[in-house]
């Protein structure tokens, strides 16, 4: 069983930075593209940054030159760092991995529970 779990959400005023943070942890042979998805109130859920295993990074243009995503494959865990938020950002705020759990299986598409984003104006 895979799991990933975030964390470093919360509330802060537009301007601010947030960290957000999420580690993918039980079995995992290897792990593709790790990426970020968001999800505002009444809209759909959208790709706010994607990193693939190699690390080639892609922004949506909303948050371009605000927004970092890094990796570190040693403990599975894919960050999010977010300067300049603008109540815009607000939303719950998804983690998203291509996992593949064991030599030979073919790669699964897991979420995390998110974690909520608030920017206050």
């Known amino acids: 069983q895979v799991q990933l779990v975030e964390s470093g959400g919360g509330l802060v005023q537009a301007g601010g930075s947030l960290r957000l943070s999420c580690a993918a942890s039980?079995?995992?042979?290897?792990?593709?593209?790790m990426g970020w998805y968001r999800q505002a109130p009444g809209k759909q859920r959208e790709l706010v940054a994607r990193?693939?295993?190699?690390?080639?990074?892609g922004y949506a243009d909303s948050v371009k030159g605000r927004f970092t995503i890094s990796r570190n494959n040693a403990n599975n865990t894919v960050y999010l760092q977010m300067n300049s938020l603008k109540p815009e950002d607000t939303a719950v705020y998804y983690c998203?991995?291509?996992?593949?759990?064991?030599?030979?299986?073919?790669?699964?598409?897991?979420w995390g529970q998110g974690t909520q984003v608030t920017v206050s104006s």
């Open positions: 998203n991995a291509e996992i593949r759990p064991h030599w030979g299986a073919r790669v699964y598409n897991y």
């Open positions: 990193i693939s295993g190699g690390g080639s990074t």
């Open positions: 039980g079995s995992i042979f290897s792990i593709n593209a």
